[in-house]
C-alpha cells in the first residue's frame, strides 16, 4: 500500500531513433507542475476555440452565408466539436486531444465546400492539433505524461513536492 504523499512513475518504452521514453505520472502530480497548467500557447488555443464556435454559431443563425446543405452539417459538427473541447480544456481530460484531431477533419471537410475560412480553419485546426499532440506542456496537461532524455534517471525537472492543481 502506497503512502498519500508517495509518488510512483511509470516508464513507458524507449524510442529506438531518439533515445527518449514517456514517463506516465499521477493526475495531481501533472496538474501541479508548471507545465500541467494552461499556458500562453493554449490561451491562444482556446481563443481559436472560441472564434470557431461563434462562426459557426453566426452561420449556423444566418449571419455568414452558406452555399449548402454540407456546409450547414459540417458548421454544426465543428460547433459541437468545439464546445466539447472548450470543456476537455476546462476539465484537461485526454479525450480533448481527440476532440482536436476531429475538429481538424472537419475543418478540412469545411474547406472542401469553398469558403476561404475554411482553409484559414483548416491551417490552423492543423497547427493547434500538432501543438496538443507533441508537445511538452500539452502531453504533461492532458495525458499526464512528460519526456524523458537519455541520461535522466530522474523526474526531470519536475518539483521535489507536488501539491493538487489550484493549491500553492
Known sequence: MTEKNEITFERGDLDPSTGAQWVYVPRHVAHGHRLGRVGGLMW????YYLSVALFSLAALLGY?????VFGV???GVLLILTVLILLGFAIRGQATIMFAAVHFAASVALALTGPFTGVVAGGMSFLVMFYLLDSDRANL?????YRSWPGENSAGRAPAQTHNAGES
Open 44 to 47: 491562444g488555443a482556446i481563443l
Open 73 to 75: 452539417l459540417i458548421h
Open 64 to 68: 455568414y452565408p452558406i452555399e449548402n
Open 141 to 145: 496537461t492532458f495525458r499526464h505524461r
